[in-house]
């Protein structure tokens, strides 16, 4: 029997001008690595939305499994707003991200999963410096590392490597791959870049204009890919 963390029936998400996911059926083993992969608004970002209870389907449902609470999920948002100015440090972004908080400052718990999340995303040495001033790769390790805090055992990435140059791109997988393989933890990725999810991803889901596909990586097919984006 697969053991699954969730499963999508049926789902369909109608907007006012169009219909973006049409009877949707999927489900996602525990510990997979899974891309989504598609053109651009064909609902990958909605479907992230779906699964974090933003947005309502029209019809159908997910349904996380053993239950919705012992799914905890890690969100990397597709856009986020840091100017340069942005006060706060690294590590007090991070630390935004810390659930339940009773307390102005950190408890020792707390502090500890800091400490081991800065040690995991390699920003130990920049974790005072203000996160308006970090790269681009430093601001999405920093992204990846706030979502970290909370511990979840589902990591849904939204094209959190777009910005990135080749070699921080590989980085930041990597990293991720190792987080998917040590801790056993679920990973969505969300990406255009077809090459990085065969490279890091063990299953696809791609969503297209008309419907949808999902497999093993293997047999995702890169020219396939490119002939569906052709059209737009
Ligand atoms: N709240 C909303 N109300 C109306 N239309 C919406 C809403 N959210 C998304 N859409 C539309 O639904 C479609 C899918 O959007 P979505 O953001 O899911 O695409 P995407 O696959 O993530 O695209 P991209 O690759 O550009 O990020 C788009 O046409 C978008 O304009
Ligand atoms: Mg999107």
């Known amino acids: 029997m697969k053991n699954l963390i969730l499963e999508a029936q049926n789902l369909r998400v109608d907007f006012s001008e169009k219909t ?3 009877d949707l059926n999927f489900d ?12 651009n608004g064909v609902g990958k970002t909605t479907f992230i939305k779906v699964l974090l209870d933003e947005i309502k389907p029209s019809s159908g449902k997910v349904n996380f499994l053993p239950d919705r ?24 972004f991070i630390a ?9 400052w950190l408890s020792i718990k707390e502090r500890k999963t800091l400490n081991h999340v800065l040690k995991q995303t390699k920003l130990e040495k920049i974790k005072n410096e203000p996160l308006g001033k970090a790269s681009g790769g430093e601001k999405q390790r920093v992204y990846l590392a706030q979502a970290l ?22 980085d930041l997988l990597n990293l991720i791959k190792e987080l998917n393989r040590e801790e056993n933890l679920t990973i969505i990725f969300v990406t255009h870049d077809i090459q ?10 791609f969503l ?3 419907g949808y596909e999902q497999g093993q990586i ?3 097919k890169e020219q396939e890919f490119w002939e569906d984006d052709a059209h737009v």
């Open 218 to 220: 293997s047999k995702l």
């Open 208 to 210: 297209k204009s008309d």
């Open 96 to 104: 935004l991200n810390f659930n339940e908080r009773k307390l102005p």
């Open 20 to 22: 973006v996911l049409n």
């Open 28 to 39: 996602l083993e525990k510990g997979s690595f899974l891309s989504i992969v598609g053109e």
């Open 149 to 170: 805090v909370m511990q979840p055992n589902l990591l849904i990435l939204d094209e959190s490597t777009a910005s990135l140059d080749p070699a921080s791109k590989e």
């Open 69 to 92: 609470k012992q799914v905890k999920i890690g969100y990397v948002p597709q856009f986020r707003n840091i100017d340069d100015e942005y006060p706060l440090s690294i590590k007090d």
């Open 196 to 205: 990085l999810a065969k490279n890091y991803a063990d299953k696809y889901l």
